[in-house]
Every structure is written in C-alpha cells, then in structure tokens.
C-alpha cells in the first residue's frame, strides 16, 4: 500500500520536520511576517492612495507597490546577509545570495557567525522564514521614506533609489543594532525597529525631501485627501498589522511575543486619544487625519521597547507620542525655516523621525529588567528609572541614535546626488501639472477634477451613457453633479 506523502509533515521527525523545528514558533513567525507584509500591501499601498490628492493616487500607490517588490529581489540577492551576515566591518555584513537551499533550509542563526561574546540565538525554525521575516521590514522602510516625497518624485528617479538605499543604508542600520555589529554587542536597545525602521526613514524621507525639491505651489496650499474611509481602511490594515510587527520580533511565540503586541496595542490607542484631544482643544474639532497620525506616532513609538516594557509605560509613551510629534508638527514647524522649506509630503519626519527617536530614549528609561533579561543579547540591561547601569544604557540609546541620524543623511545625500547626474529627481512641472495621467497614463477615479465644479460646457450635461436627457442641477452655481429630466 502506498505511504501518504502528506503524513511525513505531521510527524514528529522527519526530512521535512528535524529535531530542532518548533511547529508553532515557525507559524507565529511566517503569520507575523505575513502580518508586516500586509502592512505594506495592500495597507500602505491604500493609505497612500488614498491621502493624496486625486491626480497623485496611482503615483502614490505605484511608488509603494514597486518598493515591495524591487526590495525582495534586492534582499535575497544580496541584501539580507548584507543585514544580517557575516561581519565585513563593524557596521556592516558581507553580502551574499540568500537563495540556495543548503543555506534556507538550515536551522536560523542571529547573528550568522560569533565574532563577539554575545550570545547567538537560534530560532527553532529554518533561515528561510527569518529572510522572509525580515524583509518585510525592510520593505516596508522604503515605503514609509516615500512619503515624504510623494507629488513629484521623478518615478525613475524612485526605481533607481530603491535598491540603492537599501544597500547602502538600511543594511548598515540593521547589522549595527540587529545583525552582529557594534551597537547590537554594545547593548543598545531596539526591539523592533524604533531606529532601524522609523528613525531611519524619517530622517532619509526628510533627507531626499530636500534634494528631490518641493511640490507645485497649488499642491503644497491645496493637497486634500481624496477617500477619507479608503485611508481609515489602510490605517486599520496598518494598525492590526502592527502585532506581527512588534510580535515577531521575539522570534518565537513566547511570553515576551505576548507582552509586546499588548504594549503596541496600549500605546497606540492611548497616542490616539491624546493627538485627538489636542486637536479637539486647540483646533475645536477632531480630525480624522489627525487621529490616523496619533495611532502611527503611538505604534513607531512603542516599537523600539514594545517587549520590554511594563504596561503603564506603554501608556506614558503613548502620551509623550501623542503630545511631543503634535507640538512638533503644530508648533515647530510653523516657527522653523528649515522644516518650511523641505516639503515633507506626509510628515514622515514628525510621525516616524521624531517618534522614534522619542520612543527609543524612552525605553532607555522604562526598560524592565526582568523582560530585558528574557530577549536581550547583553545582560544585565535596564532603564534609567530602575537605577544600577541604566543611565549608562539612556547614554547608549542617544549615540545610537546619532549614528543612525549621521548615516541616513549622509548616505541618502550621496545616492541622491549621484542618481541626479543621471536622472532628474523631480517631475517636469508640465507633469506636475497633471498628475497620473501624464506620468502613468491612468487615473484612479473616471470623475472629473480636483473638487471643480460641474461645467456643462465643458463635461456635456445633455447626454448619458443610458441614452437619457440630463440637465444642470438647480442646486448651487455650477452644481457638482447632474439631475436626470424625466
């Protein structure tokens, strides 16, 4: 009688099952990565459609779609043991293929090769899922960084960006602090990506806001969004998205997996409240934009100690991520010169820079002891606020964080500057102008206009796809819409 090749999967050991593999590690863990995945596709792909203006939807959506593709191409060619590899410098891996099955199949190793006294830790799963995993996060960086440059960011000028960045800087960020380099060993805390993702593209969105240039004049006074509800759709995709973010980053379905997807949650919702409140008080109505911008400051905020901190300071971050980036985005930016002439699309920089930063110096105050020892690779770490060495690890968390503000300037600058010799940054005004029509050649809504008013000399109101006779509406001049005369 024949053997059903499906009964190997289920067994305790087999080819496809050895000794080392946790069944229910390896699934939270592709689940979380799907998690993240979904953050960026469809959950950013829709929020940035939706946010813009109408003439930008298919650009926007397009810039995120491409990055999430050309970033897993990039990743497992060279990019992951750029990240996560053997040591080349202290800063960074030695870039290699994550493609062969010798290597995939084999038990994950974090970092790949012991070159400090560190402890190394294993996931009980093979290295394929940890590739995948992490280049989700990768991805989604690039997405986030586009935000601050979409509306006029030459499209192959982004195409050409893309791979370029994350070689030469989002690599760096993930080996110093994840993968085996100098910041990892030395102690510094990020949990999930506070610096490495957040701080990382704030400060390059901000960056290549800069060189890219800003958008036309009408679109910096005038950039409506163009589906409040479609936007609310990504921001929930993003915010449930969130648990595998922060959830998987244990690398197993533990305890400390538990307390960072409760932790994420606390904090977003009490950095919602707070940012609503603050509109409420100072603006005398809520905004639904607004509360989208406090749900993503409390969740960037949370990230980089979301498994290591009690839950009362989850709320206290998500106060502090809910007040700090609001002042700064209502505040400062009014007063400063500098944060007026960069036309940062979106506010990455208040939303993802600035809340990250915030988020990072704080879990250098409110890192538990007792967590820390469940995850960190350096023992004896802890917060400022429990005494003993944690001043010395707030210290820690402020030159991490200057190393990774350095880098991105420098790095985006230098991309940037050498794709201008062959690429123009920005889109010809005449493009500027109109938008997906002319850069893609579609447009997202077959309706007429950026919020114009209905011309009948212009759109014809006396015929219709049903044969019927249409005439003006009697309601307002110039009525928006039409009425059918029966």
Not at 151 to 156: F, S
Request: proline share 5%; glycine share 10%.
């Amino acid at each position: 009688m024949a053997t059903n090749p499906s009964s190997f999967a289920y067994s305790d050991v087999s080819p496809a099952v050895p000794d080392w593999l946790n069944k229910g590690d390896n699934a939270w863990q592709l689940t979380a990565a799907t998690l993240v995945g979904l953050q960026s596709m469809p959950g950013l792909i829709i929020l940035y459609a939706s946010i813009v203006k109408k003439k930008w939807a298919v650009n926007s959506a397009f810039m995120a779609l491409y990055a999430f593709a050309a970033v897993l191409i990039c990743w497992v060619l060279v990019g992951y043991r750029m990240a996560f590899g053997d040591e080349l410098l202290p800063f960074w891996g030695k870039g290699a293929p994550a493609l062969g099955q010798k290597f995939l199949i084999h038990r994950a190793k974090v970092p790949e090769s012991k070159h400090l006294p560190s402890e190394m830790v294993e996931p009980f799963y093979p290295m394929a899922t940890l590739v995948y995993f992490q280049f989700t996060f990768a991805a989604i960086t690039l997405i986030l960084l586009a935000g601050s440059v979409l509306g006029r960011m030459n499209i192959k000028a982004w195409m050409a960006f893309v791979p370029l960045w994350l070689i030469f800087s989002y690599t760096v960020g993930a080996f110093s602090l994840w993968g085996g380099g100098f910041l990892y060993h030395w102690g510094v805390i990020d949990y999930s990506g506070g610096y490495v993702i957040h701080l990382s593209s704030g400060i390059a969105g901000f960056t290549a806001a800069y060189w890219v240039g800003p958008r036309l004049k009408s679109d910096r006074e005038r950039f409506p969004p163009n589906n409040v509800l479609l936007m609310l759709a990504g921001a929930g995709l993003l915010w449930m998205g969130w648990s595998g973010f922060n959830g998987g980053a244990p690398y197993a379905a533990n305890i400390n997996a538990s307390i960072a997807v409760l932790n994420t949650n606390i904090c977003a919702a009490t950095s919602l409240l707070v940012w609503t409140s603050l509109d409420v008080m100072f603006f005398g109505k809520p905004s639904v934009i607004g509360a989208v911008q406090g749900m993503m400051t409390g969740l960037v905020c949370i990230t980089p100690g979301a498994g290591l901190v009690q839950a009362w300071a989850a709320i206290i971050m998500g106060i502090a991520s809910g007040s700090v980036p609001w002042v700064t985005m209502m505040v400062l930016h009014k007063k400063s010169s500098l944060l007026q002439k960069v036309d940062d699309t979106l506010g990455a920089f208040h939303t993802h820079a600035v809340a990250g930063l915030l988020g990072g110096l704080l879990t250098g105050l409110f890192a538990e002891p007792a967590l820390c020892r469940l995850i960190l690779p350096v023992s004896n770490s802890r917060g400022a606020f429990y005494g003993g060495n944690g001043g010395v690890q707030f210290l820690k968390q402020i030159v991490a964080a200057l190393f990774v503000i350095a880098w991105n300037v420098v790095s985006t600058t230098i991309i940037l500057l050498g794709i201008r010799c062959f690429i123009p940054l920005r889109m010809p005004d005449e493009q500027l102008l109109i938008g997906d029509d002319a850069v893609h050649g579609e447009e997202a809504y077959a309706l007429w206009g950026d919020g114009e008013k209905y011309d009948p000399t212009k759109h014809g109101w006396n015929t219709s796809v049903y044969g019927e006779e249409l005439a003006p509406s009697p309601y307002i001049n110039g009525a928006r819409g039409v009425t059918i005369n029966l």
